[in-house]
């Protein structure tokens, strides 16, 4: 499908369905605030024993490697320069610039002294022996390179058309002037922070694996392994390109477009590699440990396991090695589904079933508070997602569609 250049999305913002997800953020926001005032104790079932919970496994563990399509397309088209999936590199890109957005929104929820979150960015209260230490700062520069990535989206939305309103006009041209400046600058260096960001996601990818090495003695042998690291990093980069695909084909039923099946079904082809390469080295480390012998125990943990691996993992590498299913809206979502889920599960699993204080005397469950600021940030995400698809050029539209977006939004802007 022949395509054109990015651009603005026209259509309304609110329908129904932005309608419930606003009133759950609405709740989420409420419950944020009511956390950040009464503190942990008053909001979440966290204590001594279990000083982490869901916002950890869902809002961090899980929205990092969720964010992962980010690292993994830009890697692809920048790096091993297969320009054929350039359309989906900026959805990719904002996926992963508000997934890791919420995700230090979530963990400021989560620290009891979130006002200290800012001692990282300065070199002498740095701790070169802490694993969160490297996790935090990776995080902490990975966004400022995706802001400094989707800079150029910006300008391309803004150039030339600054017209501020009463006595503001006179910063019109100092403002043109500095876009026209940013754009020129950041085209000859952003290879460089292209590069930047695949290196600095590898590293906090395979460094919250490394969370859980230091915590043998409370965690099933299922999931306790020295290679948690490598196996983090890999989940993460399995679950980049089924969150392209997951991502735009919501984006394209949301806007009623057509799906963009040639270059989504060029991307699942490389899905099933990874997901055997993962799988291959989860099935090796079991054997090597010994730990496959809990696999048949019939505990709780060994279900879940086999839920993870057998659905979120198996599953989806057969429906993707099939040619007809790959070129399946319904199939590659379906698939794609399936191997998110399985990541998620796995990061809950690590954080959660995994893990178990020495002398725990009750079990962790989250409280309403919890589950409703875990629910409120995402329908958040996806709201600014929809925001930010309909003000910048993000979605490469058809050739017949974008004249439309584009004479609208012209008229638009010169109305106001």
Known sequence: MAHDVAAPVQAPFFTTGTRILAAIAGIGIAVYIFRLIAGLGMVTNLDNQYPWGLWIAIDVACGVALAAGGFTTAALVHIFHQEKYHPVVRPALLTALLGYTFVVIGLLADLGRYYNVWHPMIPFMWQGNSVLFEVGICVMIYLTVLYIEFVPIATERFKGRVHLLGRLSVFDRLIEWAITLADKTLGRVMSLFIIAGVVLSCLHQSSLGTLMVIAPTKMHP??????????????????GF??????????SRSFKLKPELDILSGLARFIPVILGLYLSVKIIDLILRGAWVYLFDGSPASLMYFLELGGGVLLPLIILMIPKARGSVGWLFTAAALVIGGVALNRINVFLVAYTPLYATKTYFPSPFEIALTAGLIALLVLAYRAAVMIFPVIALPAGVRPMVVENKNKALAGA
């Open 222 to 239: 299922l999931w306790y392994t020295p290679m948690s690291p490598l196996l983090f990093l890999l989940s993460a980069i399995a679950v």
């Open 242 to 251: 089924p969150m392209v695909i997951f991502e735009s084909i919501l984006a």
